[in-house]
């Protein structure tokens, strides 16, 4: 089954750049999107097709993919991005795959 | 404004059955495939199920096929996901979520989730 590996937990100073990965060895071949989740709350569409920023989200967040790695940055980051953040992709043969999820801590 | 609001959920025995349900306005819900996605206790996101926007074509994940069905009224702008034969490993907050066409695109807008606890 396809598995998207993120690291548990990203820490970063406010004002500073986070940088979320999602690994898998044939992530080049699909489209990536990123959730933001905080607490309590239902997921929020962050970036799609890699690198597409919905409306509303600003634009401090921006997606890329690279290799083996997707990966979602957040500069200028302030209390407000601290949050759970999913990856996720649909491969033909297991539908709809999540990341399991990166808990952005700012200090 | 786009709007889902789910509901049906609570607590249920194992082996019980639940039927939620999600109330779809702010957009043309019959031009959109539907999609149910879960979230146990502090864990991560799981997809469930998948609808298209006619109703034709549903798929589930291996965790709840046979027992979970998924389907449409779009004269009702409602999305449903009948759970049968239920286990204690299918509490959690179900979100139903829009997603444009089965296949690679987004979820673009979530529900607030409706919680079941199965649970004896």
């Known amino acids: 089954s396809y598995v998207l590996t993120q690291p548990p937990s990203v820490s970063v100073a406010p004002g500073k750049t986070a940088r979320i990965t999602c690994e898998e060895n044939n992530i080049g071949s699909k489209s990536v999107h990123w959730y933001q989740q905080k607490p309590g709350q239902a997921p929020v569409l962050v970036m799609y097709y890699d690198s597409d920023r919905p409306s509303g989200i600003p634009d401090r967040f921006s997606g890329s993919k690279s290799g083996n790695t997707a990966a979602l940055t957040i500069t200028r980051v302030d209390a407000g991005d601290e949050a759970d953040y999913y990856c996720?992709?649909?491969?033909?043969?297991?539908?709809?795959?999540f990341g399991a999820g990166t808990k952005v801590i700012v200090l | 404004e786009v709007r889902l609001l789910e509901s049906g959920g609570g607590l249920v025995q194992p082996g019980g059955s639940l039927r939620l349900s999600c109330a779809a306005s702010?957009?043309?819900?019959?031009?959109?495939?539907m999609t149910w996605v879960r979230q146990a206790p502090g864990k991560g996101l799981e997809w469930v199920s998948v609808i298209n926007d006619s109703g034709s074509h549903t798929d589930s994940a291996d965790s709840v096929k046979g027992r979970f069905t998924v389907s449409r009224d779009n004269s009702k702008s409602t999305l449903y996901l009948q759970m049968n034969s239920l286990r204690a490993d299918d509490t959690a907050m179900y979100y139903c979520?829009?997603?444009?066409?089965?296949?690679?695109?987004?979820?673009?807008?979530w529900g607030q989730g409706t919680l079941v606890t199965v649970s004896s």
């Open positions: 979520a829009r997603i444009r066409v089965v296949g690679a695109e987004p979820f673009d807008f």
């Open positions: 702010g957009f043309t819900f019959s031009t959109y495939a």
């Open positions: 996720q992709v649909w491969d033909r043969t297991s539908d709809y795959v």
